[in-house]
Structure formats: structure tokens, C-alpha cells
């Protein structure tokens, strides 16, 4: 039984773990990339013009690597949101990220599904823009908050959903 | 003799300390070159990854969801070059910038400070100098993408 036991939780052990993994997206250039770096303000890295706390989620944040490379972190795991957020918290520390490193042919970028403090066992989904919009906006969730978002819908009300005020939209 | 010793150690602390900073600052910056860059204003996550049609009117709704969601905006000039917009001058933020925000789709010509770094090309803007506004009437033949109105 005991054996029966062990087994069991190393079957369940090894099974959890390529689970919980960076999704793959099937995009061209993709691949999933789970490393330590430093998170930094890129404008602040590239031209030395540096605000307190890397500006506090105002400036686009990146990851330079133990090789000096650094990574734009473009994309977050909310829909439709950047990664300042997610990585401000770690400004000018050590993170372990875990996501999509993006090769394609114009550019390449990452996207932060994930991240803790090195050697954490406890990851941190990379949803701080969601919680940030609820927390602004009084709402539960952020749930489609594209669809509510007071800033986007004044500037869709002001330009039209095209950009166009007026135009015509064909049906689909 | 002790006093010489003294001196010439804290001559080379002040000169070793002069160049570390010399280089810290060194490191610190890139290489900036002036540049005037013609092009669609795009969501860069959207239209680079190609997960979605993602030009012109078609794409607008989507690109300012993007673009207010912090997702760092583009330039993309007509031979598929991105640059990436890090600076406004006279904004004290590149993350859902509100000027950039009233100009998605846009076609425009930006002059700035270019910065290329490891498969990035990043764009310090000083001027808008030129904006047609929305040219890529991509609306006409796919409507709104993605999920409509």
C-alpha cells in the first residue's frame, strides 16, 4: 500500500509539472522560455534617464539576462495587456519569469505568463494589470474589461469602433 | 614614506572610482541615431505575432484595446520595420501613452532618436511631424477584428 502510495504521488508529481508550464501560443518564433533576470525600466537601461521604482508601472518594463541581453516583456497572461505591471514589483531584483520567448522576423520580445522570487516553489500568475483594472474601476473581476474600460469607451464613442467617426461598417 | 603610501593610494581610489563611473554611465546609455520614420501607429503584439488580422480600421478597436492594456505601440513603416515607441516627448509615460492612444492606426511620420538593441528597435519620439490619419480602410473588407462591434 505505502508503495502503491509513493508511486502514486510521483506519477501525480511528474504529471503537474509540464502542466503548469508556459502555454505555447503556436506563434512563428515561439519558444517557451523559463529563466532568471533582472527586471528593469528599458528606457531607463537604454538611456540612463532613470524615475524612482522604474516609474512605478508607467514605464515598459524588460528582463536583462545573465548574457546581457534585454528582453522587451511585451505581453502579459491578461488579455490584451502589457507586462509593466507585473514586473514593476521586482525593479532592479532578481526574477524567474516563465513564458514565450518571441523570435519573429521583425523583432524579438517576451511575453510573461509567470513569475517568482529565484528559487521560490510558489509562482505568481502574470495577471497584476487584471487586479490593478478591478481594483481602478470597482469591479469584481476583470473580466472583458476591454469591453468597459471608461478610457477605451470614450475614445470608441469619440472615433467610432473603425477609428472613423461615421463610417459605415459592412455586416459581416 | 607612509604619507606618499597614503597619498598615492587614495590618487588611484579617486582615478579607479573616476573610470568605474565613466563606465557605469558608459553602460548605461545606447547609441541614439536621428531618425524620420513613416508608418502605420499598430498594436505590436497583435500584428507581429500575426494571430489576428491586425491593420488599418479594421484592426482600430482592437489596437486601442491594446494600447490602453500597456502593450508597448509601433511604428511600422512600408518595409515591415517596428519601432517601438518608448518615449513621447512632453509625456512622463510610455505605458498607455494618451497622445499615442488618439492616434491608433494612424498613418503618421515621427521624427525621434532611434535605438536598436537586441531584435528590438526602440523610438524615442520628439515630434509628430505629419498625420493622415486612418489611410488603411481595412474595415471596408474584413469589418471589425477580432469579435466585432
Known amino acids: 500500500m505505502k508503495a502503491l502510495m509513493i508511486t502514486l504521488a510521483t506519477v501525480l508529481a ?8 508556459a502555454k505555447e501560443w503556436g506563434i512563428d518564433g515561439e519558444e517557451v522560455a523559463q529563466f532568471e533576470a ?14 524612482p521604482n522604474c516609474g512605478d508601472g508607467k514605464r515598459q518594463m524588460g528582463l536583462l539576462t545573465d ?36 523570435k519573429a522576423d521583425p523583432m524579438t520580445f517576451y511575453m510573461v505568463q509567470r513569475l517568482r522570487a529565484p528559487g521560490a516553489k510558489k509562482w505568481t ?35 467610432g469602433p473603425v477609428g472613423i467617426p461615421g463610417a459605415k461598417i459592412p455586416k459581416p | 614614506m607612509r604619507q606618499v ?7 588611484l581610489a579617486l582615478t579607479l572610482g573616476v573610470a568605474l563611473t565613466a563606465a557605469t554611465a558608459q553602460a548605461a546609455t545606447s547609441e541614439t541615431k536621428r531618425v524620420s520614420v513613416t ?12 494571430i489576428m488580422f491586425a491593420e488599418g480600421s479594421g484592426h482600430y478597436q482592437c489596437a486601442v484595446w491594446c494600447a490602453a492594456g500597456g502593450i508597448p505601440v509601433s511604428v511600422k513603416d512600408e518595409d515591415d520595420n517596428y519601432y517601438v515607441v518608448l518615449k513621447v516627448e512632453g509625456e512622463d509615460t510610455n505605458v498607455a501613452s494618451p497622445s499615442i492612444l488618439r492616434i491608433q492606426a494612424h498613418q ?35 469589418g471589425i477584428q477580432p ?3
Open chain 2, 147 to 149: 469579435f466585432g462591434k
Open chain 2, 39 to 50: 508608418g502605420e501607429i499598430v498594436d505590436t503584439w497583435c500584428s507581429v505575432t500575426m
Open chain 1, 125 to 159: 500568475n502574470a495577471r497584476a494589470f487584471s487586479k490593478a483594472w478591478a481594483k481602478e474601476n470597482k469591479q469584481k473581476n476583470a473580466s472583458r474589461w476591454f469591453r468597459k474600460d471608461p478610457t477605451i469607451k470614450a475614445l470608441i464613442a469619440e472615433f
Open chain 2, 5 to 11: 603610501l597614503k597619498q598615492f593610494a587614495v590618487a
Open chain 2, 108 to 142: 503618421v511620420t515621427v521624427e525621434g532618436d532611434l535605438i536598436e538593441r537586441d531584435g528590438v528597435k526602440y523610438l524615442l519620439v520628439t515630434q509628430v511631424a505629419n498625420d493622415d490619419g486612418i489611410v488603411n480602410l481595412s474595415h471596408e473588407d474584413v
Open chain 1, 67 to 102: 548574457d546581457g541581453k534585454l528582453r522587451l516583456a511585451l505581453k502579459s497572461n491578461t488579455s490584451f495587456a502589457g507586462a509593466a505591471l507585473d514586473l514593476v514589483p521586482w525593479c532592479g531584483k532578481r526574477v524567474e519569469v516563465d513564458g514565450l520567448l518571441i
Open chain 1, 14 to 21: 511528474l504529471s503537474a509539472g509540464p502542466a503548469q508550464a
Open chain 1, 38 to 51: 533582472k527586471a528593469v525600466d528599458v528606457l531607463c537601461e537604454l538611456t540612463g534617464d532613470c524615475p
